[in-house]
């Protein structure tokens, strides 16, 4: 059964700062890894998708990374401002034949003026 | 230009009165889920349909129930609302599912007295 973990589940970041977020899933034969990010009280809105056949994907100063082979994804956050404040969930299919997918508890990042 | 819209925002409820929330979408997807989202924790999902296919997830309460009864509504049903199902209630839809992007509604959050 697919599990997804995401360390650290808190950050709190000075403006300016260049940040990592961590995904990790149990089973590496995945199809694709979304990434999402969720403001308090509200729906999640996807932020990068990448293809198991890709390694990274960039979307403005967000950049994210899939290892396979090792079970991570990595989200990369440049130059990280207030606005970026948000909790960040990673996604993967739950299998490949279905249509379910496994979200990992997110790391909720502040990113203080 | 929203895409996917959940009414209400926010639901209020006494405890055992029947509750229905709502969604629909403007994006023609296939795919409609109805995941739980209590604070702090990963979405977790209840179903979802393909189409006109029903897939009700093995730990799901059957206090619970949907209907999907067009192609752009999909509604969720909780028949003897409990304390412990106070939570965010969030759809999502996606293309044909695990290939592809996920969108969110904005949630609905729902309290039990």
């Known amino acids: 059964k697919q599990e997804v973990t995401q360390i650290p589940a808190a950050l709190s970041v000075p403006e300016g700062e260049n940040l990592v977020l961590n995904c990790s899933f149990t089973?590496?034969?995945?199809?694709?890894l979304q990434w999402f990010r969720q403001d308090p009280g509200k729906g999640l809105t996807s932020l990068l998708l990448?293809?198991?056949?890709?390694r990274e994907q960039t979307s403005g100063r967000l950049n994210a990374s899939l290892d396979k082979s090792s079970g991570r994804s990595t989200l990369y956050i440049a130059a990280s401002q207030p606005g970026d404040s948000a909790t960040y969930l990673c996604a993967v299919p739950q299998d490949n034949y279905g249509q379910n997918f496994v979200f990992g508890p997110g790391t909720r990042l502040s990113v203080l003026p | 230009d929203a895409m996917v819209i959940q009414n209400p925002r926010y639901q209020v409820t006494q405890f055992g009165k029947p509750v229905t929330l709502s969604c629909s979408q403007t994006l023609n997807h296939n795919v409609m889920y109805w995941y739980q989202q209590k604070s702090s924790q990963a979405p977790k999902l209840l179903f979802h349909?393909?189409?006109?296919?029903?897939?009700n997830e093995a730990d799901t309460p059957d206090n619970f129930q949907s209907r999907r009864p067009n192609t752009s509504f999909c509604f969720l049903d909780i028949r003897s609302p409990g304390l412990g199902d106070a939570a965010m209630y969030l759809c999502?839809?996606?293309?044909?599912?695990?290939?592809?992007?996920?969108?969110f509604g904005s949630g609905t959050q729902l309290s039990v007295l």
């Open positions: 349909y393909y189409d006109k296919d029903f897939n």
């Open positions: 999502a839809t996606s293309m044909t599912g695990y290939t592809e992007k996920l969108f």
């Open positions: 089973d590496s034969a995945i199809y694709n």
């Open positions: 990448i293809q198991s056949s890709q």
